[in-house]
């Protein structure tokens, strides 16, 4: 007789779906540990359920949002840092949700590889559970796809997916005008921004990530880095429900150049202080080492400011966050264009010294 035909098979061609199915298993108690008052069922079916009376909405409003937090894998990978990436993840999505004044509510993620390292991936995961109940919002799904020969070895991909919602009367922004404050919240560092132009000035210095930070020496340069992006979700919210919030901007890619014109009406000017915050050590040697003109930084980073708020009410607004222990910082105004049908600008009227 002869012997056995070799057969195909799908671990074969490099796919372990019993790898999959051991990490869904791995990160079932901490996504149990996000439930939140709405959700329905579990990990492990075709479709997340979620219930919106049983959250407490009268008149909802639905408001989503998608991110990744780009080239930071490359430093999260190359460290071998894979434990607060997930935070970065959901960051990234829920600082986006508050801003339009809406409760996060549920998060999906999407894990892609080319080979699952699974004590790896679980710690991207169980990152990603603690970014959802720090934000108060359930961790009910995702997709773990691994795709031989797309990805080089032990290379990965992260995206995000986040759902919250308002009432209806509560959506932001609304009434901004001329004479209004905007007060900023700290950034805690880099945030998940930048990091192709961050990976730039590191290589041309030939520093490893386990050097010393020269802006942080008491931290490895990887680990100063990997610092995860703060979420916001609390301090906004509760300027949110107490009705004192005008406008907020999450200030990622673009700056805030970028970023808080995109909450503002047309005729309006936000005009900054840029000397008015203390500046991360991170961003000055960034500046430097780069060299970065101060243009750049201000238009690549977030430059020390992660949430802009535009408030009509400082005193009410301020107390409140002391209350959160928020350490609140008055950036600037809010004027009147030359023209009413000019589109909503920012102009500093000092400069952050980098």
């Not at 479709?47 to 998608?66: E, N, R």
């Not at 797309?150 to 986040?162: E, Q, V």
């Not at 192709?196 to 386990?210: E, K, P, Q």
């Not at 350490?327 to 030359?338: C, D, H, K, P």
Request: hydrophobic share 50%; net charge negative; proline share 7%.
């Amino acid at each position: 007789m002869g012997s056995e035909p070799v057969t195909a098979s799908y671990r074969g061609s490099g796919v372990d779906i019993e790898a999959g199915d051991a990490l869904i298993e791995a990160i079932k108690p901490a996504a149990k540990a996000t439930d939140r008052p709405g959700t329905m069922g579990g990990l492990g079916g075709f479709g997340a359920l979620f219930d919106l009376k049983a959250a407490g909405f009268l008149d909802p409003v639905l408001v989503s949002s998608t991110d990744g937090v780009g080239t930071k894998l490359m430093l999260a990978i190359e460290s071998g840092r894979h434990e607060t990436v997930g935070i970065d993840l959901v960051a990234m999505c829920v600082n986006d949700l508050v801003v339009a004044g809406a409760e996060p509510l549920f998060f999906l993620d999407y894990f892609a590889t080319g080979k699952l390292a699974l004590e790896d991936a679980a710690r991207v995961v169980q990152g990603i559970a603690e970014g959802c109940r720090l934000s108060g919002c359930a961790l009910v799904g995702g997709e773990t796809a691994e795709m031989p020969g797309m990805y080089a070895p032990g290379h990965y991909d992260l995206a995000g997916f986040s759902v919250g919602a308002a009432e209806r009367d509560a959506l932001l922004p609304k009434l901004v005008s001329p004479g209004d404050v905007i007060l900023g919240l700290s950034s805690s560092g880099v945030h998940s921004n930048g990091f192709s132009l961050v990976r730039s000035i590191v290589a041309a210095t030939g520093m490893g990530w386990d050097a010393p930070a020269p802006f942080a020496p008491l931290m490895s340069l990887g680990e100063a880095l990997m610092i995860p992006t703060r979420l916001y979700v609390g301090p906004v919210m509760a300027l949110v429900r107490a009705g004192v919030l005008r406008a907020a901007a999450h200030i990622t890619g673009g700056g805030l150049p970028g970023n808080l014109p995109r909450v503002l009406p047309a005729g309006t000017v936000a005009v900054l202080e840029g000397d008015a915050w203390p500046m991360p050590p991170v961003f000055p040697w960034l500046a430097r080492t780069g060299p970065v003109a101060p243009d750049e930084m201000l238009r690549v980073f977030n430059c020390g400011i992660g949430m802009a708020l535009v408030v009509s009410n400082v005193a009410s607004a301020s107390a409140l966050l002391a209350e959160l222990g928020e350490s609140v910082t008055l950036i600037g105004r809010i004027e009147a264009a030359a023209s009413p049908d000019a589109p909503a600008s920012v102009r500093f009227a000092s400069m952050p010294a980098f």
